[in-house]
Nanobody, 120 residues
Framework: QVQLVESGGGSVQAGGSQRLSCADS????????MGWFRQAPGKQREQVAT???????TSAATVEGRFTISRDNAKNTLYLQMNSLKPEDTAMYYC??????????????WGQGTQVTVSS
């Protein structure tokens, strides 16, 4: 059973930084693609960043150069370091886990989300 629990959200001023964490309870965490997604009110869910089992990453153009995804397999934890935050980064952030070592468009497991609010 995969359980994903996000933490680290909250309120921050524009230009600030925040780090999100996602703890995965499953034994096979290190063998799965993991991703961060976000959804703002009235908008579609957006893929923010992904990382596969060997550490290859992707980032959305909207966060490229500002956000960094990483993983600590020894701690079964996924991170999203967010720098130079903008008000448009305000959203509910979710972590998700796929079934395979490589990343696809399918994510089978989702956390409950953590709210990030950036004020100007």
């Amino acid at each position: 059973q995969v359980q994903l629990v996000e933490s680290g959200g909250g309120s921050v001023q524009a230009g600030g930084s925040q780090r999100l964490s996602c703890a995965d309870s499953a034994y096979l965490y290190s063998r799965r693609c993991m991703g961060w997604f976000r959804q703002a009110p009235g908008k579609q869910r957006e893929q923010v960043a992904t990382i596969d089992s060997v550490g290859r990453t992707t980032s959305a153009a909207t966060v490229e150069g500002r956000f960094t995804i990483s993983r600590d397999n020894a701690k079964n934890t996924l991170y999203l370091q967010m720098n130079s935050l903008k008000p448009e980064d305000t959203a509910m952030y979710y972590c998700a886990a796929g079934l395979f070592r490589y990343c696809t468009n399918r994510y089978n497991y989702w956390g409950q989300g953590t709210q990030v609010t950036v004020s100007s």
